[in-house]
């Protein structure tokens, strides 16, 4: 069983910066592809970011992509989202979640088997 704690979650103002991190228990971490994922109240959860098993291969989405960085470190079995230039859009409940299928490059939530139970990021306008 993967367990998945997310922390670094806040308040914080428009156009500032946190960085989130994901712990995950498990021997095998190095063989995840990991992702983030975020959900605001009333939206589906959506994908944020993705980081493959290497850590070379990265994916953003577009509402991110150029502000957030995903980065991972296998001996330590955790994985970071750096989020900068943030906007109150980016308000969410965000998730990190974990895939068993070796190189596939998912954004789809239901292709991750393992999730964690969340940090809340809030951004004042």
């Known amino acids: 069983q993967v367990q998945m704690v997310e922390s670094g979650g806040g308040l914080v103002q428009a156009g500032g910066s946190l960085r989130l991190s994901c712990a995950t228990s498990g021997r095998t971490f190095s063989n995840y592809g990991m992702g983030w994922f975020r959900q605001a109240p009333g939206k589906e959860r959506e994908f944020v970011a993705y980081?493959?098993?290497?850590?070379?291969?990265?994916l953003y989405s577009d509402s991110v992509k150029g502000r957030f960085t995903v980065s991972r470190d296998n001996a330590k079995n955790t994985v970071d989202l750096q989020m900068n230039s943030l906007k109150h859009e980016d308000t969410a409940l965000y998730y990190c979640?974990?895939?068993?299928?070796?190189?596939?490059?998912?954004?789809?939530?239901?292709?991750?088997?393992?999730w964690g139970q969340g940090t809340q990021v809030t951004v004042s306008s």
């Open positions: 979640a974990a895939h068993t299928r070796g190189q596939l490059l998912s954004r789809i939530r239901d292709d991750y088997d393992y």
């Open positions: 980081v493959g098993a290497s850590g070379v291969i990265k």
